[in-house]
């Protein structure tokens, strides 16, 4: 029996003048921000943070190296704090993969944006949960493991609020013991800070028509484990990335390797999302790419401590979509920040956090409430996160139009004349076009691909990697992967793509299963998903919607 068909006690509603959703990078920043400025000025201004993992930090997954510009600006004397940003880049390295060697590029050929002095080798996710003990000093209220199900709306259609999702609901809809109604969590200003491809700023985006006048958001697949080396192995500060094996020169993507920590290394595998062979796995290549002489000396004798993956951001300028709608702003990723060259984001979201901050608190100290934040829109488009996404605002889109052996040294050529020409290049800005739900092309074309089997040792197999994300949702609840129409997968999708789900996904979330007859059935086995989103993203029918599962369910990223 489903909850709807009892009459449910109304919620309980706390009030706040601002209410983050998200508290990542960019939402804790924002509310850290927040309260500075009360402090300098003597008003009282309360924040609420909500966030859908088990504790701040457990859905954070980022490579990362990090630009500093957004902490120094946020708080100065991080150091003396104690912030765990501690190995600093030492050496870059950029390679090109063949089948069985590599080429090193000089680093004087890049252009000076990649260069990464000055930048560190963090983990994110610890970083993050720094961030939230700085936040709850100064007294802002945390709250891990509730999802934000639901955007509230006034008369006029403002946004005034986020609800939680019911807690204790079982996987028939039915309230089980301990069910217990969300909270209603209302604000003058509410912030979506939900990462990437996040559900509420997916239908805000819809609602609010925030996109209309910008490209289609593009997006890549990130796979990370990290690794702890043999010592001979470490090489501390280093910072290495590279493309082309063992993806073609159709479908874009790279890698890196990061040295930080005591032994540990950073290793990730990104692939544009745009792909058009239906039977790619973006596991089975981060696999492969682990096997290169380049790559697997590093690992060999080592082991392999976590797993995650997470879609990331690659639209860039041309598709940041408007970032203000009544009663609130988009931040940092939920709007698409990611400096795709730099494979850099994280800045640009705290930058973010902190501009929302300020044009938030000055409307509250005028007495406005659920109005647009206009200031908001001119400071990330006109400062610095503008002059950080449009000097590379052409290298995604030149890549995907002639591929990696001519769309890498285009989109540098027009990153140097930027540079040299302060910001202007003749290439102008270039357009994405299409979806990457809509590159896929029909199984008809292509071969299925052969992937090595996993040895254990170096590969692993998609479950057995899902036990390195400490995944965990409980098991009696609703599935969180709606399709809108189940016959699709088997209807469609199986004969058009062969059904590609089933490759897509890091996780093992999706298979066809036949019964004794060669049947075909389609199976969700959302206790799996590490909440990638990836899904959402790449479903050729679009079929499939990511919605959060109950607060607390998910990976639980430890040092990611």
């Known amino acids: 029996m489903d909850v709807e068909a009892f009459e449910l006690p109304p919620r309980e509603a706390m009030e706040f003048d601002v209410v983050i959703v998200g508290a990542g990078p960019a939402g804790l920043s924002a509310a850290i921000r927040l309260k500075q400025l009360a402090a300098e000025t003597g008003r009282e201004v309360s924040v609420v943070v909500l966030e859908k993992g088990s504790e701040v930090g457990a859905h954070i997954l980022s490579g990362a190296v990090i630009d500093p510009v957004g902490l120094n600006r946020l708080i100065p004397d991080w150091k003396s704090k104690g912030a765990p940003v501690e190995t600093e880049v030492t050496k870059d390295r950029f390679l090109i993969l063949g089948p069985q060697g590599d080429i090193s590029l000089p680093a004087i050929l890049m252009p000076p944006l990649m260069n990464n002095h000055g930048n560190y080798i963090v983990s994110l996710g610890a970083l993050t949960r720094w961030l939230g003990e700085q936040a709850a000093d100064l007294g802002v209220e945390i709250y891990p493991g509730f999802a934000a199900a639901e955007v509230l709306y006034d008369e006029k259609g403002a946004v005034i609020g986020v609800a939680t999702g019911d807690m204790g609901v079982g996987r028939d809809g039915s309230p089980k013991d301990g069910f217990a109604r969300g909270m209603e969590l209302r604000g003058k200003y509410t912030f979506i800070a939900e990462g990437v491809r996040g559900s509420l700023a997916k239908q805000l985006i819809a609602r609010f028509g925030l996109d209309t006048q910008s490209e289609p958001q593009k997006y890549g697949i990130g796979l990370k484990e990290l690794w702890e080396v043999a010592p001979g192995q470490h090489q501390p500060g280093l910072v290495q990335h590279s493309f082309g094996w063992p993806l073609g020169n159709r479908t874009g993507g790279g890698s890196f390797v990061y040295h930080y920590g005591d032994n540990l290394v950073s290793v990730g595998f990104v ?290």
């Open 271 to 560: 692939v544009h999302l745009n792909y058009e062979n239906p039977y790619l796995s973006p596991y089975d290549e981060f696999q492969r790419f682990k096997t290169h002489p380049a790559i697997r000396g590093t690992l060999e004798g080592g082991k392999r401590i976590a797993y995650g993956a997470r879609a990331i951001t690659e639209g860039g300028w041309q598709s940041l979509p408007k970032l203000t709608f009544p009663g609130g702003v988009l931040l940092g990723c939920s709007a698409g920040m990611v400096n795709v060259p730099r494979i850099k984001g994280s800045h640009n979201a705290m930058l973010s956090g902190i501009e929302a901050a300020e044009s938030a608190f000055t409307a509250l100290s005028t007495g406005r409430t659920h109005d647009e934040l206009k200031t908001y829109e001119s400071a990330v488009r006109d400062g610095a996160i503008g002059a950080d996404l449009k000097r590379v605002r052409n290298s995604k889109p030149m890549w995907s139009r002639f591929g990696t052996a001519i769309g890498i040294p285009l989109g540098g050529i027009d990153m140097w004349l930027r540079t040299l020409l302060g910001g202007w290049s003749p290439f102008g800005t270039w357009r994405h076009g299409k979806t990457d739900a809509a590159s896929l092309k029909p199984a008809a074309g292509f071969e299925p691909i052969a992937y090595p089997k996993p040895d254990g040792v170096l590969t692993f197999d998609k479950l057995t990697s899902v036990s390195f994300s400490a995944t965990n949702h409980e098991e009696d609840q609703p599935v969180h992967l709606l399709l809108t129409d189940p016959t699709i997968p088997v209807d469609i999708n199986l004969p058009t793509w062969a059904e590609p789900a089933q490759r897509y996904c890091p996780a093992g979330v999706y298979e066809i299963v036949r019964d004794a007859k060669g049947t075909p059935r389609f199976q969700i086995n959302a206790q799996n998903c590490v909440h990638c989103k990836t899904c959402d993203i790449k479903d050729p029918s679009q079929n499939i919607t990511w919605v959060c599962p109950e607060g607390g369910g998910g990976p639980n990223y430890a040092g990611m």
